[in-house]
């Protein structure tokens, strides 16, 4: 089986994240709820990955790391813990439902009004849009750092400029460029940046993040246990404690942390190569096939993305053909982009999605691409 469908979740992991794991099933108390050697374990573990993270971002406080269960839930504690009443804040046409969706209840339930930049037939953004949609009552810039449809990146650090310009916070949703693409939140002026760990960081589903700037305060989103202050009626005002109620999932944060020593070890600059290479390897030999539309403005910095439809099949039909007659998995569908579908065109077709991860190989793009020729020929 050819695995090419890791925006959605990476497959292969590096061996040591599944031994991490299972040591951690045996050795792991609960963080914060002890003194004996197995909480005191627990608790090194999480501040070690705390640590680890904060360097791989640039974020300065490795106590403004905040442990979450996925991009999903970070970003509705971000954008439900900054909005209130009153507020505008500006997103985008690109962006994933884990964002959509939040924004839609704010703006229905609490009357936070809502601009989206819209996005172009090759899913780009004019940046001018940013400063148009500015309003004296605007409080957020919501953004994410690339496309999970198209790959298409957007310029978070000009985007920014905007932002901090008018004193407006700059969230970002790096689903897609976490582990694999260069991010540091002081040279790109991130203000809060959401992540997973099942994707690019190549760690175990169930764990994700927020990295929260100095002096940025979130509202908390649940409240409830953290082993500190048990008397006091309110949720403990420090980071992490304050947005990080209830247990952490520690066996999932020791396996994240063995999956950041192997990004380390590889270095993220050639975990960012190797998955270019493929990308444009796939696209290279997929963009002239015949009847094939290819999503996206490949053109630019880009993620290990390709999205495309052959002539007016249902993507799901060709996801379906290239898994039982291949032995290929991909995602076709709408994939929770339904503001880029529209954009695209593409609302009642899909996409067929193709992503690629450092475990990829050449030989398996080059049958991706005899496969995808074949379903085009026979059409």
């Known amino acids: 089986m050819i695995y090419l469908d890791n925006a959605a979740t990476t497959l292969l992991k590096p061996p040591a994240v599944g031994q991490a794991i299972l040591r951690a099933l045996q050795t792991l108390g609960n963080t914060a709820r002890g003194a004996h050697g197995y909480s005191t374990e627990a608790a090194g573990t ?31 504690m971000a954008i439900c813990g ?19 969706r939040p924004l839609y209840r704010l703006q229905c339930e609490q009357g936070v009004e809502v601009d989206f930049v819209p996005a172009d037939k090759r899913g780009n953004l004019d940046y001018n849009d940013f400063e148009r949609l500015i309003r004296p009552d605007t409080k957020a810039m919501i953004c994410t750092h690339a496309s999970n449809l ?63 700037r100095e002096g940025v305060m979130i509202r908390p989103f649940y409240v409830g ?39 380390g070890e590889v270095g993220p600059e050639n975990i960012e190569r190797k998955e270019a290479q493929l990308t444009q390897r796939f696209y290279n030999g997929v963009k002239d096939i015949g009847s094939v539309t290819v999503y996206g403005d490949m ?4 993620a290990a993305i390709v999205a495309l439809n052959i002539g007016d099949t249902d993507s799901g039909e060709v996801a379906d053909e290239l898994y039982e007659e ?34 990829n190989t050449e030989d398996e793009v080059d049958r991706a691409l005899y496969a995808i020729e074949s379903i085009a020929k026979g059409i």
């Open 326 to 359: 291949y032995g290929i998995a991909v995602r076709a569908g709408a994939h929770c982009a339904p503001r880029l579908h529209r954009a695209l065109g593409t609302q009642e077709q899909g996409a067929v999605r193709f992503s690629f991860s450092l475990f």
């Open 46 to 76: 999480v501040y070690d990955t705390r640590e680890k993270l904060a360097d791989l971002f640039n974020c300065t406080r490795p106590d403004h790391v905040v442990f979450t269960s996925n991009a999903t839930q970070s970003l509705n």
């Open 82 to 100: 900054v909005l209130s009443k009153g507020d505008h804040v500006i997103s985008t046409d690109l962006e994933h439902n884990s964002v959509l």
């Open 225 to 263: 246990g953290t082993g500190v202050q048990t008397y006091s009626q309110a949720q403990p005002d420090r980071l992490p404690t304050r947005l990080e109620a209830g247990t952490l999932n520690g066996h999932g944060i020791a396996g994240l942390s063995a999956a950041l020593d192997h990004i």
């Open 299 to 302: 053109s630019r910095d880009h």
């Open 150 to 212: 198209t790959g298409n990146m957007t310029d978070i650090r000009h985007i920014a400029d905007i932002a901090h310009d008018k004193g407006i916070l700059m969230i970002v949703d790096a689903s897609q460029t976490a582990g694999t693409k260069r991010i540091d939140m002081q040279e790109q002026g991130i203000d809060i940046l959401c992540f997973t760990g099942h994707k690019g960081l190549m760690g175990p589903q169930g764990t994700g993040g927020m990295c929260i």
